[in-house]
């Protein structure tokens, strides 16, 4: 069975609240563990990862907290995952730097790696904007002369 870890089920929940409070505030790791039923020291270790990946900003003091570091429409579902858990792999062989010794007569590690780069390819359409529920999306579209048009 596929399955997220918990630290990318924290972290893009995270990114979800911060992507509704975009433009508005920042959040406190600790506000947002206790509005989830999230860990603290746990989340705080996840958004310090999204934020060394350039997804959020961090503001020290008492106002302080986390925000998006852009607009949460062009920050993606895989964006996130990748900066917390690293690469997506199917199969232990896509990570094995020596080789697997069933390369000659597997069968299975190609189609398994379509099947991977295509949950990628999904995850890389996802926008954060777009998992902050039902009444953002679809994401709205810019047009050229920088006007905000709903569909």
């Given at each position: ?34 509005i989830?039923?999230?860990?603290q ?44 858990d ?8 896509s990570?094995?730097?020596r ?51 709903r569909?």
């Open positions: 069975m596929l399955r997220l870890t918990k630290k990318a089920d924290y972290g893009l929940i995270a990114m979800s609240h911060l992507a509704q409070q975009f433009g508005r505030r920042a959040c406190s790791a600790k506000d947002m563990s206790e989830y039923g999230m860990p020291e746990a989340l705080a270790k996840i958004l310090q990862r999204l934020t060394k990946a350039g997804l959020l900003t961090s503001q020290c003091g008492t106002t302080g907290g986390y925000a998006l570091a852009r607009d949460p429409r062009t920050i993606t579902a895989f964006e996130v995952i990748r900066a917390i690293g690469p997506l792999f199917m199969t232990s062989c990570t094995t730097v080789g697997c010794g069933q390369r000659a007569r597997c069968t299975v590690r190609e189609p398994l790696h379509k099947v991977s780069r295509s949950i990628e390819e999904v995850l890389e359409r996802l926008t954060i904007w777009e998992m902050t529920g039902p009444k953002h999306a679809p994401a709205p579209k810019v047009v050229s002369i920088g006007w905000i048009s569909p």
